[in-house]
């Protein structure tokens, strides 16, 4: 499908190529800095950069999904454009402005380790500079791709280049830090291209508020429960349990990726689509897709993560991550019910401004992961934690469908994915155990993955291929009711 000459597809891929290299190049890095900071220095700096990454949350507040959905709305009228551009941008300016200094108040009075929070103040103060949410309306993929691979490539050489001990988790906090500013400069000379100035007005600014604030509050709630754990870990357990909760979650981030591009690319094409109240049949055959490719990647990468996670953590994480294999088993079976509320957020509540319900499901799937880890946390560690993230996702997943159940047909799509999760947990029960006979680790957890993959691809075939024999015949026997129903009127 093609509007305006801007193609899903090209979209996709570039997003999906920017995901994914956001998501390997840390797994380049992640043995090396694991075993060069330890626990110890990975939970620092991951305490100190969840509280940082809130004030940045903070100042961009909804524009994810707000910005980026005005602007999919109206990028036809250039004059529209600019002014609502200009209005949003300065609302986002004054706020972010604020809480930089506020984190630099924070910086002097609070924090336990100030070098390495005074360096992540760059983090916060790109917050006054973020504008990828235009970029994303305008579906402008190609450019925060391009920009955000080259950045990432020079954050990873230097992170070799000058992190050679325990002593320089301020070091990776800089290279992090600076980075991440970077990348919001970099294009700002792009956006200004496509907008004129137009002064905004008083009243203007107001008119963005009420909307904006509505779509940061689901912000706030996946926040608690995907930042506010490793800060409750800090706070309720040690820096040694948060590094091994950041440590996994840099591996969840691998099936997250793909899901995240697609979503990403999907919102502001539906929302376009929907304001020209153009080709609903489509919208309703892509929602379909998505769903079922969501589940295959979820369920194959996650599933498939779990399963060779005996050899894999002390292969990559070095010794005194063992613990991370438990963490695996607990957090990654979320990623399923993740991906299928990330297809119906980005394609289905968003575009059609459901934001009450979306605000809903996200605060009760907070409210349960905040009330499980003030319980867990203290007795479990980072255990509690991943049981706390657990249950938000389900939880979060679980209204939204519910929501939608009826006019999103969730029980066709609950019925696609089941052959998937099947595969995926006959895979993990297969091969869970099974170590190849071999002497290298590395060799053996080649063919572990494959072996696994296989059973995963053969079990997903059969069901499958079983599923279209049993629509056939379901189908048939309908024609052959019909059939009846004509004879019998007929006599």
Same mark, same amino acid.
């Not at 956006?191 to 008083?202: A, E, L, N, T, W």
């Not at 691998?254 to 697609?262: N, R």
């Not at 769903?291 to 894999?312: E, K, Q, R, Y």
């Given at each position: 499908? =093609?509007? =305006?000459g801007?193609?899903?597809?090209?979209n996709?891929?570039?997003?999906?190529?920017?995901?994914l290299t956001?998501?390997?190049l840390?797994?380049?890095?992640?043995?090396y800095i694991?075993r060069?900071?330890?626990?110890?220095? #990975?939970?620092?700096?991951?305490?100190?950069?969840?509280?940082? =990454?809130?004030?940045?949350?903070l100042?961009i507040?909804?524009?994810?999904?707000y910005?980026n959905?005005?602007i999919?709305?109206i990028?036809?009228?250039?004059h529209?454009?600019?002014?609502?551009?200009?209005?949003?941008y300065?609302?986002?300016?004054?706020?972010?402005?604020?809480?930089s200094?506020?984190?630099l108040?924070?910086?002097i009075?609070?924090?336990?380790?100030?070098?390495?929070?005074?360096?992540?103040?760059? #983090?916060?103060?790109?917050?006054?500079?973020?504008?990828?949410?235009f970029?994303?309306?305008?579906?402008?993929?190609r450019?925060?791709?391009?920009?955000?691979?080259?950045?990432?490539?020079?954050?990873?050489?230097f992170?070799?280049?000058?992190?050679?001990n325990q002593?320089d988790?301020?070091k990776?906090?800089?290279?992090?830090?600076?980075?991440?500013?970077?990348s919001?400069?970099v294009?700002i000379?792009?956006?200004?291209?496509?907008?004129?100035?137009?002064?905004?007005?008083y009243k203007?600014?107001?008119?963005?508020?009420?909307?904006?604030l509505?779509?940061?509050?689901?912000?706030?709630?996946?926040?608690?429960?995907r930042?506010?754990?490793?800060?409750?870990?800090?706070?309720?357990?040690?820096?040694?349990? #948060?590094?091994y909760y950041?440590?996994?979650?840099k591996?969840?981030?691998v099936?997250?990726?793909?899901?995240?591009?697609l979503?990403?690319?999907?919102?502001?094409?539906?929302?376009?689509?929907?304001?020209?109240?153009?080709?609903?049949?489509?919208?309703?055959?892509t929602?379909?897709?998505?769903?079922?490719?969501?589940?295959f990647?979820?369920s194959?990468?996650?599933?498939?993560?779990?399963?060779?996670a005996?050899?894999?953590?002390?292969?990559?994480?070095?010794e005194?991550f063992?613990?991370?294999?438990?963490?695996f088993?607990i957090?990654?079976?979320s990623?399923?019910?993740?991906?299928?509320?990330?297809?119906i957020?980005?394609q289905y509540?968003?575009p059609?401004?459901?934001?009450?319900?979306?605000?809903?499901?996200?605060?009760s799937?907070?409210a349960?992961?905040?009330?499980s880890?003030?319980?867990l946390?203290?007795?479990?560690?980072?255990?509690g934690?991943?049981?706390?993230?657990l249950?938000a996702?389900i939880?979060?997943?679980?209204?939204?469908?519910?929501?939608?159940?009826?006019?999103?047909?969730?029980?066709?799509?609950?019925?696609n994915?089941?052959?998937?999760?099947?595969?995926?947990?006959?895979?993990f029960?297969?091969?869970?155990?099974?170590v190849?006979p #071999?002497? =290298?680790?590395?060799?053996a957890?080649?063919?572990k993955i494959?072996f696994s993959?296989?059973?995963?691809?053969l079990?997903?075939?059969?069901l499958l291929?079983?599923?279209r024999?049993?629509?056939?015949d379901?189908?048939?026997?309908?024609?052959?009711?019909?059939?009846?129903?004509?004879?019998?009127?007929k006599k």
């Amino acid at each position: 499908m =093609n509007n =305006n000459g801007v193609s899903v597809k090209k979209n996709f891929m570039f997003s999906v190529f920017n995901q994914l290299t956001g998501i390997m190049l840390p797994l380049i890095t992640t043995p090396y800095i694991s075993r060069v900071l330890k626990a110890q220095g #990975v939970g620092e700096f991951s305490y100190a950069y969840s509280i940082a =990454n809130y004030f940045y949350i903070l100042s961009i507040l909804g524009l994810k999904n707000y910005g980026n959905r005005t602007i999919a709305y109206i990028k036809d009228d250039r004059h529209k454009l600019s002014k609502t551009f200009w209005e949003i941008y300065m609302f986002q300016f004054l706020i972010g402005t604020l809480l930089s200094i506020a984190y630099l108040e924070y910086v002097i009075f609070f924090s336990h380790s100030k070098i390495v929070a005074l360096v992540l103040c760059l #983090v916060v103060i790109s917050g006054t500079l973020d504008i990828t949410w235009f970029l994303y309306g305008m579906e402008e993929f190609r450019l925060t791709s391009i920009r955000d691979v080259l950045i990432k490539l020079l954050t990873t050489l230097f992170i070799f280049l000058f992190i050679h001990n325990q002593n320089d988790v301020w070091k990776y906090a800089l290279i992090y830090s600076i980075g991440f500013l970077f990348s919001q400069v970099v294009v700002i000379p792009a956006v200004f291209k496509k907008v004129c100035f137009i002064k905004p007005s008083y009243k203007g600014i107001l008119s963005h508020i009420k909307p904006n604030l509505i779509l940061f509050l689901p912000t706030i709630a996946v926040s608690l429960y995907r930042i506010m754990d490793k800060i409750m870990l800090g706070t309720l357990g040690s820096s040694k349990e #948060v590094g091994y909760y950041y440590s996994c979650e840099k591996i969840i981030n691998v099936p997250l990726a793909l899901i995240t591009a697609l979503g990403t690319v999907m919102l502001p094409r539906m929302s376009n689509i929907i304001s020209h109240n153009d080709n609903f049949n489509e919208l309703e055959k892509t929602f379909n897709k998505s769903i079922v490719f969501a589940m295959f990647i979820s369920s194959s990468i996650c599933l498939g993560i779990m399963t060779v996670a005996d050899i894999f953590v002390p292969l990559f994480f070095g010794e005194g991550f063992e613990k991370c294999v438990v963490l695996f088993y607990i957090i990654l079976p979320s990623c399923l019910f993740l991906a299928f509320a990330n297809v119906i957020r980005t394609q289905y509540l968003l575009p059609r401004k459901r934001d009450k319900l979306f605000i809903l499901s996200l605060f009760s799937g907070a409210a349960v992961n905040l009330i499980s880890n003030f319980l867990l946390i203290p007795k479990l560690a980072s255990i509690g934690a991943a049981i706390g993230t657990l249950g938000a996702e389900i939880t979060v997943c679980v209204i939204q469908a519910a929501y939608v159940y009826e006019e999103a047909n969730i029980k066709r799509n609950i019925i696609n994915s089941i052959p998937f999760v099947i595969a995926g947990i006959v895979m993990f029960l297969l091969f869970k155990e099974y170590v190849p006979p #071999v002497g =290298n680790m590395v060799f053996a957890l080649i063919l572990k993955i494959f072996f696994s993959g296989i059973s995963y691809m053969l079990v997903l075939g059969i069901l499958l291929i079983s599923s279209r024999f049993i629509k056939k015949d379901d189908s048939s026997n309908i024609m052959n009711n019909v059939r009846g129903l004509i004879i019998t009127k007929k006599k």
